[in-house]
């Protein structure tokens, strides 16, 4: 056991945990913090993507002693005073999700993406969406929420 | 899934990851993880102790250094795709770190760890191959024809960790993978690197292990095009056969790979 600190969405925390335990352990069952989910055990599905330290990881392929001391945003981090983020919105706005278990895992590669400019074409985002498997929506709806999110936050970013 | 019981220690230099190597019943390197923790997951691996390398800053680098690029054994897959050094001097080699595993897996793994993980299916191998390249540990230098020895094997030996690898900058290279349509691994990738002296082929996913093929090189060092190499029959003996593609297939998809490879490099 060792005590593990990082900070989770702006506040920090720490928990003594086995040197073994999953980062998406830690931030499910330590942190309570459940929006990342767990899909295949296998680190193919991309149900647990999260940020840490600004880039998009698979939280079920790194162990938390890890991202000690490190920023690490998820899900639940995303909405800013009762506001969803833009992609969260666009995602409700062009249904990209029917039953949802994916969908967080999905937002966080999808702002990864647009972060690195790499949402470009409905051709690009589903090269980027690789690791991210959905296996309701056909990923066409998926797809247009990205575009459509990617779209909102150029132009937001030219309107200030 | 939840791994063995193991203990987690941080390395804040090489000599520091020497020293806890040491000091270990059977300690593995964790470089980017992208393998080794999804292996320790599944219970396949079971190593007393990880050594974690993959925030050592002396590991982390990409610089020319003269004729050659070193990249440090730390670098993960993304630097190396985004990197302007990387795009000036063997822009193939971005082209190819872009087309490992997915942005997740990229932002992890490690020049370093897919080296010494030596995957039959890697792409990193067949780069470091074709270009000839040097890997340097902690002790020595190792040749790239001298340091993938069979599937999921390598000349390193116990305590020596990968440090960076010098790549000699080639004059044209290109890197075509044929993917399983499902994992998107390579059941077939061709790097093909020309220097002034010659050219180099090397071929990854078709077998056991990374390996050149000296016929084509021969025929590209006398004609760089397509053409020259599009009689030579890729051998299926000691090609890996699976419910994705039998030995035979991937013969053929080596010899396709190659030429796409070669008309990509010259173009």
């Not at chain 1, 074409?121 to 575009?147: F, K």
């Not at chain 2, 000691?238 to 030995?247: G, T, Y």
Request: net charge neutral; glycine share 6%; aromatic share 4%.
């Amino acid at each position: 056991m060792s005590v593990v600190s990082m900070t989770v969405n702006g506040k920090k925390v720490s928990a003594d945990v086995e040197d073994r335990t999953l980062l998406v352990y830690y931030l499910r069952e330590n942190l309570r913090l459940t929006g990342t989910h767990i899909g295949c055990d296998t680190s193919q599905c991309g149900a647990c993507v999260v940020h840490l330290n600004g880039k998009a990881v698979k939280s079920c392929t790194i162990f938390a002693a890890q991202a000690a001391d490190a920023e690490v945003t998820t899900i639940e981090g995303l909405a800013r005073d009762g506001r969803l983020h833009p992609v969260q919105d666009a995602f409700r706005d062009n249904h990209g999700l029917q039953c949802g278990f994916c969908t967080p895992g999905m937002i966080m590669t999808a702002i990864d993406m647009i972060r690195r400019g790499k949402a470009t074409d409905r051709d690009s985002i589903r090269h980027e969406l690789e690791g991210n498997i959905c296996r309701c929506t056909g990923y066409h709806n998926i797809v247009s929420a990205i575009e459509d999110a990617s779209r909102r936050m150029a132009m937001a970013e030219a309107a200030e | 899934m939840i791994p063995y019981a193991f203990n987690y220690k941080k390395a804040k230099s090489v000599a520091e990851a020497e020293a806890l190597l040491k000091d270990a019943a059977e300690a593995k390197l964790l470089a980017g993880g992208q393998t080794l923790i999804a292996t320790m997951k599944m219970r396949l691996a079971s190593p007393s102790d990880l050594i974690d390398i993959s925030q050592i800053p002396e590991l982390q680098f990409i610089r020319k250094d003269g004729a050659a690029l070193v990249i440090g054994a730390a670098t993960r897959h993304a630097d190396v795709a985004e990197s302007k050094e990387v795009e000036n001097t063997i822009p193939a080699l971005g082209a190819l770190a872009q087309m490992i595993g997915d942005p997740a897996v990229r932002h992890m793994g490690t020049i370093g760890g897919s080296l010494a993980n030596n995957d039959p299916a890697a792409d990193y191998p067949a780069a470091v191959l074709a270009l000839g390249a040097t890997i340097r540990t902690n002790r020595r230098s190792i040749a790239a024809d001298d340091f993938f020895t069979g599937m999921f094997s390598t000349a390193l030996k116990d305590g020596e960790i990968i440090t960076e690898v010098s790549i000699p900058i080639p004059e044209r290279a290109a890197y075509e993978k044929f993917r399983n349509p499902a994992s998107r691994y390579a059941m077939a990738g061709v790097f093909i690197a020309k220097t002034k002296e010659r050219v180099r082929v090397a071929v990854t996913g078709s077998g056991p292990c990374v390996f050149r093929h000296p016929e084509m090189e021969a025929a590209l060092t006398r004609n760089f095009s397509p053409e020259a190499i599009k009689d030579i029959a890729v051998d299926a003996n000691n090609l890996n056969s699976d419910i994705h593609a039998s030995a035979e297939y991937r013969a053929h998809l080596t010899g396709v790979m190659a030429r796409r490879a070669v008309q990509s490099a010259a173009a």
